[in-house]
């Protein structure tokens, strides 16, 4: 007799449940938004060195942050030329993979004021340090830049324009340096 409720109860279950409208999937709503993600490599970047202040050394293809045993500093100007059409999108910074890594890795940055980055900069003559944006660790592999604090993210801009930025080694022992593929302002 149990068996014979339990049916009945199960045959009147399955019947309501059948009876529920179940909405078809809809493609749009299961897809997963994709987000373009477009990356803006240097346009010019220069190497400034504090034992050689009156020297230009001219466009490289290698970013060099060094002070080595407490030594003269080896800094790098890094300039970024933004085209038009980057509105109501975000820019971050995003400094992968360097070449090499020694010592304590890490690197601040700073934008640049007064002019732009020229590739007869020295480091006597160069457009001044301006605002700190934080300091990183150079890392290889995910997550590629790790900031102290948090990383900056700022509105990208609206209009072409070239940004400038300063990187500088943290530390009496610090050598880091990028090619220019790893250099990237991510905009997403």
């Known amino acids: 007799m149990k068996a014979a409720i339990f049916t009945s109860a199960l045959c009147i279950f399955s019947g309501f449940v059948s009876s529920l409208a179940v909405p078809a999937p809809d ?43 407490g030594s003269s500093s080896i800094q790098s100007l890094i300039q970024y030329n933004f085209p038009a059409g980057y509105s109501g999108l975000s820019c971050r910074f995003d400094f992968s993979n360097p070449i090499t890594a020694s010592g304590t ?44 604090g948090s990383a900056p993210t700022w509105p990208c801009p609206a209009t072409a324009v070239t940004l400038g ?24």
């Open 27 to 69: 493609a749009d709503a299961s897809a997963i938004e994709a987000r373009a993600v477009t990356t803006i490599q240097p346009s010019l970047i220069i190497t400034i060195e504090e034992a050689n202040p009156d020297t230009a050394f001219g466009p490289t293809s290698v970013a060099v942050v060094s002070k080595i045993n």
């Open 105 to 148: 890795k890490k690197v601040q940055l700073f934008t640049v004021g007064g002019r732009q980055i020229t590739p007869t900069d020295t480091f006597n003559n160069r457009p001044f340090r301006n605002e700190f944006l934080g300091t990183f660790n150079a890392v290889t592999g995910p997550p590629s830049t790790v900031w102290d």
């Open 165 to 188: 930025f300063e990187a500088v080694p943290e530390g009496d022992n610090d050598h880091v340096h990028w090619g220019t593929s790893s250099l990237v302002i991510v905009v997403s």
